[in-house]
T-cell receptor, first 113, second 116 residues
Framework: AQSVTQPDIHITVSEGASLELRCNYS??????LFWYVQSPGQGLQLLLK??????LVQGIKGFEAEFKRSQSSFNLRKPSVHWSDAAEYFC???????????FGPGTRLSVLP | NAGVMQNPRHLVRRRGQEARLRCSPM?????VYWYRQLPEEGLKFMVY????????ESGMPKERFSAEFPKEGPSILRIQQVVRGDSAAYFC??????????????FGPGTRLTVT
């Protein structure tokens, strides 16, 4: 069965600092991997996705993520955080059978001015 | 192209009443997924439907919950005899297809159910 862990429940960074949010997954085959962002009281917005090919994927809002099969990880990065990036970030894994996504518990990002 | 639409956005029900949540997928999408998000938690899968078919309901509670996606009209998540523990945000997602490079789920804004 698929599972996703996000080891950091809450991260605080200063505006302009770099950011890395961790995501580890468990899945028997090549996973489909996603990062979503959720602002308070809002739905989920897709930041980026990985299906195959280049293991470094670029997303919206200046985010990128790197798929490392040997570490079963798909960490999200941003070189310089903006105050508007404060939100909840969810990593998710899907299968190529088109079934449900399994979401991690989320990491809450706070940004200091 | 309008995104995934859910209504109502907020729903208040007293214990024992029924809650009906609606989801209109993106135009051209024939796959619908329902997820539940409890306070301070991530999203948990409930059910996956295609038009007129339930494909996977492994995440759906066995009692009081049901879902449908008719040939015409929105997908409906129905909760009978609601209890306080049903209070949560319910998100609907839709996808164009599955198992291909274009597979991704688009999420609606959610329905926040409060049971008093």
């Amino acid at each position: 069965a698929q599972s996703v862990t996000q080891p950091d429940i809450h991260i605080t960074v200063s505006e302009g600092a770099s950011l890395e949010l961790r995501c580890n997954y468990s899945y028997g085959a090549t996973p489909y991997l996603f990062w979503y962002v959720q602002s308070p009281g809002q739905g989920l917005q897709l930041l980026l996705k990985y299906f195959s090919g280049d293991t470094l994927v670029q997303g919206i809002k200046g985010f990128e993520a790197e798929f490392k099969r040997s570490q079963s990880s798909f960490n999200l990065r941003k070189p310089s955080v903006h105050w508007s990036d404060a939100a909840e970030y969810f990593c998710a894994v899907g299968s190529n059978y088109g079934q449900n996504f399994v979401f991690g518990p989320g990491t809450r990002l706070s940004v200091l001015p | 192209n309008a995104g995934v639409m859910q209504n109502p956005r907020h729903l208040v029900r007293r214990r024992g009443q029924e809650a009906r949540l609606r989801c209109s997928p993106m135009k051209g999408h024939s796959h619908v997924y329902w997820y539940r998000q409890l306070p301070e938690e991530g999203l948990k899968f409930m059910v996956y439907l295609q038009k007129e078919n339930i494909i996977d309901e492994s995440g759906m509670p066995k009692e009081r919950f049901s879902a449908e996606f008719p040939k015409e009209g929105p997908s409906i998540l129905r909760i009978q005899q609601v209890v306080r523990g049903d209070s949560a945000a319910y998100f609907c997602a839709s996808s164009l297809t599955t198992g291909t490079d274009s597979y991704e789920q688009y999420f609606g804004p959610g329905t926040r159910l409060t049971v008093t």
